[in-house]
């Protein structure tokens, strides 16, 4: 069975570093993109960014590049999303989801239960 | 970037109705589009991919149509686990943006 799961929920400080993580199991992590959703608190699913584990190539959504880094470890089956500095605009619910592709057509065919992301002072 | 627009944002139904979902594309994305289902606190569940195609496990009164920029998701027979939040999303390019949701409620 295909799972992703993702690391627990986080309080942070404005200005503070943060790593959240999702570990894929039941698949080759290496043969499928995974790619990072925020919700932010009663709005909709936005697409930050998509990784390849299998070579590392990462690409970001217009409104996400420079602000997050997305990265895997393929040692571990995990990918993970970064700050190097948050803002409480960052508070939100993150997803993780695995890219199915069955050419041309693709789509997000499995997710992590989401990590609750609050940035507060 | 490609936007899409869903419609109604909130629509409001009984168990046993019949009720339709509409994705507009800001251009021609053929068929490249998937619909998922969002539960709170849940993660989200794909239902239809490539505009007419049933996830596996899905029930059959879920169904897709449409192609270039205009699709649908159709519920045929309301059940209560289907009150949920609905999002289309685009696969045409790798930005594979989102609709903003359909917010279907219990009447």
């Known amino acids: 069975e295909v799972q992703l799961v993702q690391s627990g929920a986080e309080v942070k400080k404005p200005g503070e570093s943060l790593r959240i993580s999702c570990e894929g199991s039941?698949?080759?992590?290496?043969?499928?993109?995974i790619a990072w959703v925020r919700q932010m608190p009663g709005k909709g699913l936005e697409w930050m960014g998509i990784l390849y584990p299998g070579d590392s190539d990462v690409r970001y959504g217009p409104s996400f590049q420079g602000q997050v880094t997305i990265s895997a470890d393929r040692s571990t089956n995990t990918a993970y999303l970064q700050w190097g500095s948050l803002k409480a605009s960052d508070t939100a619910i993150y997803y993780c989801?695995?890219?199915?592709?069955?050419?041309?057509?693709?789509?997000?065919?499995?997710w992590g239960q989401g990590t609750l992301v609050t940035v507060s002072s | 970037d490609i936007q899409m627009t869903q419609s109604p944002s909130s629509l409001s139904a009984s168990v046993g109705d019949r009720v339709t979902i509409t994705c507009r594309a800001s251009q021609n994305i053929r068929r490249y589009l998937n619909w998922y289902q969002h539960k709170p606190g849940k993660a989200p569940n794909l239902l239809i991919y490539g505009a007419s195609s049933l996830q596996s496990g899905v029930p059959s009164r879920f169904s897709g149509s449409g192609s270039g920029t205009d699709f649908s998701l159709t519920i045929s027979g309301l059940q209560p686990e289907d009150f949920a939040t609905y999002f289309c999303q685009q696969s045409y390019t790798n930005m594979y943006t989102f609709g903003q949701g359909t917010t279907l409620e219990i009447k």
């Open positions: 039941g698949y080759i992590f290496t043969d499928y993109w």
């Open positions: 989801a695995r890219l199915q592709q069955l050419p041309p057509d693709n789509w997000f065919d499995s």
